[in-house]
Nanobody, 128 residues
């Protein structure tokens, strides 16, 4: 099993930046492909970004490409999401997730059903 704890959310204005963090424990972090998802009120959970075990592969939703950057520090068991040029439509609860399958396939990294463990989420609110 793996435990995931997100942090770094908050209330910001449009155009601001935030960096989310996800601390992992309980399993070898470098063996996990990782992802960020988000869920806005009344909407389904949607894919944001994913990163391979080594960090050499990344994949983004079109809605955040060029504004968000996913990264990881395997030595610290940490996953990050740098969010720049935030928009009101980025308002959501953001979740990190771990995929126990060692195979990295970008297209499947978008599917929430492929992930085996989830954090509790951190709220991001962007005001206009």
């Amino acid at each position: 099993q793996v435990q995931l704890v997100e942090s770094g959310g908050g209330l910001v204005q449009a155009g601001d930046s935030l960096r989310l963090s996800c601390a992992a424990s309980g399993r070898t972090f470098s063996s996990l492909n990782m992802g960020w998802f988000r869920q806005a009120p009344g909407k389904e959970r949607e894919f944001v970004a994913a990163i391979s075990r080594s960090g050499g592969g990344t994949h983004y939703a079109d809605s955040v490409k060029g504004r968000f950057t996913i990264s990881r520090d395997n030595a610290k068991n940490m996953l990050y999401l740098q969010m720049n040029s935030l928009k009101p439509e980025d308002t959501a609860v953001y979740y990190c997730a771990a995929d126990f399958n060692p195979l990295w396939v970008p297209v499947t990294s978008q599917r929430s059903s492929y992930y085996d463990a989830w954090g509790q989420g951190t709220q991001v609110t962007v005001s206009s």
